[in-house]
């Protein structure tokens, strides 16, 4: 999902992992995480801003595509989160 991205790309990728494994680590489940970001959504109560601040569906699938891989690859290395006796359960497969 990074062939041919720039540099800036990249380092927003890595600040969504960084902050995806924050999640991990405070004990969200992969569904409790994607109802917490479509919850908190950003709307400034302007229709025509909202519209252009909105995740489209395809952003939304590729945001849910790289939490499932993240929550997968902490899983299968078996990262146990700090102050936690095991990991947490792996993620349902996307639909």
Same mark, same amino acid.
């Given at each position: 999902?990074?062939?041919? !991205?720039?540099? $800036? @790309?990249?380092? /927003?990728? #890595?600040?969504?992992? &960084?902050?995806? +494994? !924050? !999640?991990?680590?405070?004990g969200y489940? &992969?569904?409790?995480? +994607?109802? /917490?970001?479509?919850? $908190? /959504?950003?709307?400034?109560?302007? !229709? $025509?801003?909202?519209?252009?601040?909105?995740?489209?569906? *395809? /952003?939304r699938q590729?945001?849910?595509?790289?939490?499932?891989?993240?929550?997968?690859?902490? &899983?299968r290395v *078996? @990262? +146990?989160?700090?102050?936690? #006796?095991?990991?947490?359960?792996?993620?349902?497969?996307?639909?």
């Amino acid at each position: 999902f990074t062939t041919g !991205a720039d540099e $800036n @790309y990249v380092v /927003e990728l #890595k600040e969504f992992v &960084h902050g995806t +494994i !924050a !999640a991990y680590d405070a004990g969200y489940t &992969h569904p409790s995480l +994607i109802l /917490e970001l479509g919850l $908190n /959504e950003l709307e400034t109560g302007d !229709a $025509n801003v909202d519209k252009t601040v909105r995740l489209t569906d *395809q /952003e939304r699938q590729t945001r849910e595509v790289w939490l499932v891989l993240v929550y997968l690859t902490l &899983h299968r290395v *078996q @990262y +146990i989160p700090p102050g936690a #006796k095991t990991p947490p359960p792996p993620p349902p497969p996307p639909p």
